[in-house]
């Protein structure tokens, strides 16, 4: 029944091959993928690990498994048990395969023992992932995804570069604490800084995530930023300058939410502010704040999946998710709207939901190493989540003017999957012990005092009382069909602009140096000397212009 | 409900929305009423302040919102920004071909 020391992501990887034959009825056995691999993890986790796989010389150490890897190897599952579900009614098994994959390579990521086995993994990620959001098929999801590959491309490249430096410097590849010395190090951790969403990195991000398919949304959300989040827990824990980081990832994103009219878009900002407080917990470094780090990684692969899953159902049914488009959608879809604002609640930290018992953590273990102007940074973030991601999405989605839409309620699978999300947002709200039991150091916290959730509840109601005093003085910015620029714009407007006066330059001066050439060819055609001909001729011709070309490279390279 | 259209609903009903508010309002005093009642643990000297955490998030969302209206002049741009550039690009490719 369990097989003990099987890698998890193997699992995933038959399922995967099975996907493409399973038609109809039949899809829910992939179902079993996440189940069973789930149950054989919790069964057999205790007596495994220690897998490897010799590859020439290298040792590749495929399943190593302590506490912190075990967290993020339950979560995956049930994040990939959820976005099976909700996936159940779609056709395309490009969607099915991928999806399985990228859970695959996620798990196959936290559960790898050595760095290169985490530079495999981290680059099947980048390539399963980009499939969902080809699988969109329009033009601009297409284009979107090309980027989307290229970026996260050359996060693995820079990691794989630093994995080789720091193997010539330290002859190991082990997985362990590396710290922020040397240039190895700053390219891992530029390449975990891209997936991760750092400022400045991010907007593949809010680029790509907005325009996947509603499920493929789903699963990007839960997956590579987590992998980047439990990858910087392991490798540089305490590294002062992720709070800031943090800090600022947590701010910047919430005035691009204010005024973003893609709802998706909206939450792919707000998955940015989230991980804003799990990188700030994982640079304070201590016991405390990595829990509330990694804990919070746990609550929000749920409850922005949960959000996620909600605006999927609206893109399925409405076909867009502008918030200038939408209203009133709760008359005929009021489960949804239920499951947005249970959603809405866990990601506002409203005490008795999920991010309430894991957001304080990283609060109260900042005020514990007196950051009071991180604090306050992060203070001022959690009223602009609840704002845009607590009160807009919803607002303007399920309520706000009548849009006239009357689309019909989400398919059935989809409401299951969001209504499993919504019950362990609740649940793990009202009884945070039984997550906590999970964390990988050691924890006393408790979230529920008296200080604490007052605190909390004055902080939401009087952002909401800001939100309502806005409306009602007609302050509040309308939504509006348009484009906010953001880094994005130095790759998608910049570069396009000046290469194509690059391009424009090139190819004129090509034509000018077409024509010379064919002045002078046209002058030694008039002396009609024969010119040599015949493959023989023309290939030893070509040695001999290799030939030439290696002498100068090796009379360079004795000169230098 | 009978004079209105069938259409219409919970929300529609402006005696509903005013009720909700009405209740919402209600939260809100009474939450900084309990600040002043309750001994609650102070970490730091800025939580001193009445009604820190209420004033705090007022502000802090009002500050938003202004600051986010302000970035719209600077950030933003027509709904085809990007695609308009990308459909240039097509363009002068073809051209070139």
Known sequence: MWIANLPPFVVFFVFALFAPVLKGRLRALLLLAPVWGGLNLAMTAADSGGVTWQFTDLILDLYYVDRLSLLFGYLFHIAAFIALIYSLHVKDSVQQVSGLLYAGSALGAVFAGDMLTVFIFWELLAVTSAFLIWARRTPEAIRAANRYVVIQVLSGVLMLTGVVMLYQQTGTLRLAYIGLEGTAAWLIFIALGIKCA????????????????????????????????????????????????????????????????????????SLINQLGFMVCGIGVGTALALNGAVAHAFNDVI??????????????????????????????????????????????????????????????????????????????ASAGVFHHAGIKIPFFAFFAHDSGLRPKEAPLNMQLAMAIGAILCIAIGVHPEWLYGLLPWQNDYSPYDMTHTLTQLQLLFFSALAFVWLNKQGLYPPELRSVNIDVEWFYRRLLPASGNRVVNTLVNARSAFRQNVRIIADQFARRSTPMPTGTVTILTRRMAWVFIALMLLVIGSLLL | MSHQHKDDGLFDDPRVVTWILRVFYGICAALVLVDFIVHRHIYTAVEKIPAFYALYGFVACVLLVFAAKGLRTLLMRKEDYYDAQAGQNQKTQEDDR
């Open chain 1, 198 to 269: 750092f400022p400045f990195f991010h907007t593949w991000l809010t680029d790509a995530y907005p325009l996947a398919t509603p499920t493929g949304t789903l699963y990007l959300s839960a997956f590579t930023t987590k992998v980047a989040i439990y990858l910087l827990a392991r490798t540089f824990p305490g590294e002062p300058l992720l709070i800031y980081i943090g800090a600022a990832m947590t701010c910047f994103p919430i005035f691009y939410a204010v005024i973003e009219n893609d709802l998706r878009k909206v939450l792919a900002y």
């Open chain 1, 303 to 380: 409850f922005k999946g949960l959000l996620f899953m909600t605006m999927g159902a609206v893109l399925t049914r409405v076909g867009h998710v502008n918030g200038s488009d939408l209203g009133g959608l709760y008359k005929t879809m009021p489960r949804t709207t239920v499951f947005c604002l249970v959603g809405a609640a866990s990601i506002s930290a409203f005490p008795l939901f999920s991010g309430f018992v894991s957001k304080s953590m990283v609060m109260a273990a900042l005020l514990e190493q007196d950051q009071l102007i991180v604090w306050l940074m992060l203070l001022f």
